[in-house]
């Protein structure tokens, strides 16, 4: 069996184990299965308004102590490297393509024109492949080269991938039940289909062009190439740990979803990272044992650029999605807990890390191959 076709295994397996664990909990838990399974989804009925200072604090103290020390880090750091080196190449004639679609589809989407009512619902898909050319042109025009132009095939396979991938944590939201959708109207199952897996499609592609975006720039991750350094005695060890105790956070957010929902981020991370070390392969984490941190703040600045520009655009659409998150939901920016945003760091980890799976199924490019 050769390393590609393990690979492949091993990500089927991974991906059955994290389809099924929550399933495995609800039925563990006596819990009617069939309302888990119902396509499309039934509408929320009943909203859990219940809110806890305690957990807001501890959880905004949690999320925010250990971003501000990176970000002071970066800020300081950054005073002492030269400026960004001037654009290799113009802006090109499809990022000013994606920028006059952007506008558009963003004025069509926040506003109610009784003409283009049958197609309100779908501005969505538009508005992100618009992000998508425009973060892409614009790290064409500082380096030369972008995922779109030297790296065709991988950049248009994000497109299905991320399908597959946000339609993985509807799933687990089925049991989390963390966000609803609202002003679809009435839609059949292939309908529904259609309407949900175009936008899905641009997750990944937005997430990872815009961490490439990021690596263009060295200021936006200075101070952080000789930071903490973060080294596993026994890194297969801690990986079958980490392999055990994401799949069994997942079996229990189908128990206890209400208590144990942030594990619908973290367990995903956690079962990816580990399966990559059992393989020998690299992750995403795989330079905090020598102190380089840019990477993992880049993809987590990342994943925040894109939530603002999700939760910004969702805010005034007809078609949009809401939240019913327990203990930390009052306080809001747009439609999302502000807490909520933390969601978005171990997300952008998980979208690259699906994105080292996908490049190590390719073929490599002929140059690394003369390596």
Known sequence: MNSRTLLFITLLAVCVLLVGAPLAGVWAAHHDLSSY????????????????????????????????AFDDRVIRHRKQLPPDPSPAKRFPWWGWAGLALGLGAWVLAWTRFAWFAPWQRYTFTPLWLAYILVINGLTYRRSGGCLLTHL????????????????????????????????????????YVLFATLPFATVLPAVLSTAEWLETSP??????DRYIILKVARPKLAAGLALGLGTLGLLLVGVWPDVLYPLLWLAPLA????????????????????GDWRRVYR???????????????????????????????RAKLFEM????????LPFAWECAALGDWLADLLPRPAAEDGE
Do not use: H
């Open 337 to 344: 807990p502000v807490l909520g945003f933390a969601g978005y």
């Open 271 to 290: 079962v990816l990272t580990a399966a990559r070390v059992l393989l020998g392969r690299a992750t995403v984490f795989q330079g905090l044992e020598k």
């Open 299 to 329: 993809l987590a600045v990342a994943g925040l650029i894109c939530g603002f520009f999700w939760e910004m655009w969702n805010y005034f659409s007809l078609a949009k999605w809401l939240y019913d998150v327990p203990w930390v939901g």
């Open 219 to 224: 200021r936006s991750a200075a101070g952080l």
């Open 152 to 191: 065709p095939l991988f950049f248009l396979l994000l497109f299905p991938l991320s399908a597959a991938f946000w339609w993985f944590f509807e799933w687990l939201n089925r049991f989390a039940q963390n966000w609803y959708y609202v002003g679809l109207g009435r839609l059949s199952a292939g309908d």
């Open 37 to 68: 399974l119902k396509f499309p989804p039934a509408e929320k009925e009943d909203l859990r308004l219940s809110f806890s200072f305690v957990a807001f604090i501890a959880l905004a103290l949690l999320v925010a102590l250990p971003a501000l």
